[in-house]
């Protein structure tokens, strides 16, 4: 795989002037920013280059973002949609991502959950310098794993996910099931405390930027002066709910027809662990972060939680027309954060949505679908995994280790590596590997019941343990952290090394590399 780093010659700054304001009082003239854009394409088309190479362009730049016809914002984005404009390519297809950087600070782009090579991961100090200002990085992946992932930045995550920095990427079977209706729900939530009174056009240039803090900002920046846990400030932070970029009343519905086989993609690309309730219709669960679940059963009024970062694919038949609602849900900050997906029959509209009593049991892989057997090969190495905190949710850390002087894992090509991940801490911790799928074989000791669970990002809850596996079969030097980003800003990262492995970039001392 190669690599390639040129200079665009773009301007290297785009002023962040407007922490929030409506529509209507905007004047754009004094800003210094285009004007809003138009609702485009979701789904960006391909150049197809003389290599037979599917070729995507990626602009990274500021946008005024409307957020519903009165609440806008500024947000960062990929050419100026949020999410990001959809990548959906075939099986097989060799992939070129051409990332441009047109913001004023430096980032760089992360496959979430595809096993690309260590050099194409997209990780800052790690597998890259970052991108500069002005520079074009080109990504080239090899498209030979069907699934739903994402990209985001992965440069000082915790503020350019949150300000918008994430889209969707499929790979699709070639002989996978065919759907009526294919679509992606992509979950994240923003604060209105950047967006200043929305009423009465007023800006905020407080120390929020957009509503969005990492840790030490919030910690220094006046919102925790009352003693506030860290969970505490992230639930009064955060009261405005996003599904694909949008608030209501301007979420886009799901247009079906009586009988359609419908596929519905959910990523959650933010911050809470989210609740997700299908009412009126059975559904199949078909797929964890991507990988197929083995003879998913029919199952109905019941709930799923999606952690920050996982991806569930949900099969629907169509069978009870009318006008309905999804309901999503921050689990820990219901009252603020929560959203209606309408799905609405042909025939209805909107206003015919009914309400529906929201399911109050909930989903448990680690006994749904049916068992297969499946040879992991003889453990080589283990290790723990051991979630904590010091004091009280400040800094997170993993065996009590804090990155930068963090945990690493030392594996060698061909190892069958079992990690036990324990979560000593009293919040969620949604754990990411890189490069390497992973199997869960048991939680709180018991052994996984259904199908095989395979995965990128595991949620282990409050006083949860489990047991996963891999086997080490990509070199390279693999962040392994939380994907809640505050978490991860605050220590709770670790890296799985290969014996051996060094990178094949040089570090530049000179750019500002933060590789969370």
Known sequence: ???????????????????????????????????????????????????????????????????????????????????????????????????????????????????????????PGITQNAIMPGETFTYEYQADIPGTYWYHSHQDGARQVDKGLYGVFIVEPNDGETYDVDEVVVIDEWSSMGMGDMNHGSMDHGSMDHGKMNNEEMDHGGMNDGGMTHAEMMNQMYDTPLINGKTAPQIEAVQVEEGDKVKLRFVNAGLFTQVVSIPDHSFKITHYDG????????????????????????????????????????????????????????????????????????????????????DYGTVTKEYDMILGTNDNGETFTINDKQFPDHESYEVEEGDVVKLTIVNDTDVDHPMHLHGEFFSVMSKDGSPISGSPIVKDTLNVRPGEEYEIVFEAKNPGIWMFHCHEFHHANAGMMAEVRYKGYEPDFTLDPSVPNKPE
Not at 50 to 69: A, C, I, P, Q, Y
Not at 99 to 105: I, Q, S, T
């Open 1 to 123: 795989m190669g690599r390639k780093l040129t200079v665009t010659g773009l301007a290297a700054a785009l002023a962040i002037v407007i922490a929030g304001c409506s529509n209507e009082s905007v004047d754009h003239s004094t800003m210094g920013h285009e004007e809003p854009q138009e609702e485009k394409e979701q789904t960006i088309q391909a150049e197809v280059n003389e290599d037979g190479e599917k070729v995507f362009d990626l602009r990274v730049e500021e946008t005024h973002w409307m957020f519903n016809d009165e609440v806008m914002d500024d947000a960062w984005t990929y050419n100026g949609s949020l999410p990001g404009e959809e990548i959906r390519v075939q099986e097989g297809d060799k992939v070129l991502v051409n990332v441009e950087n047109a913001l004023d600070e430096p980032t760089a782009l992360h496959l979430h959950g595809f096993p690309v090579p260590n050099e194409m991961d997209g990780v």
């Open 291 to 374: 990988q197929p679940v083995n003879e998913p059963e029919t199952i109905n009024d019941t709930s799923f939680r999606i952690a920050p970062a996982e991806r569930y694919d949900i099969e629907i038949e169509m069978e009870n027309p009318g006008a309905w609602g999804i309901q999503i849900f921050a689990e820990e900050n219901q009252k603020r954060l929560e959203a209606i997906v309408p799905v609405i029959y042909e025939g209805y509209e909107e206003r015919d949505l009914q309400s529906s009593e929201t399911s109050t049991s909930f989903f448990d892989m680690t006994s749904y679908g049916e068992s297969k057997e499946v």
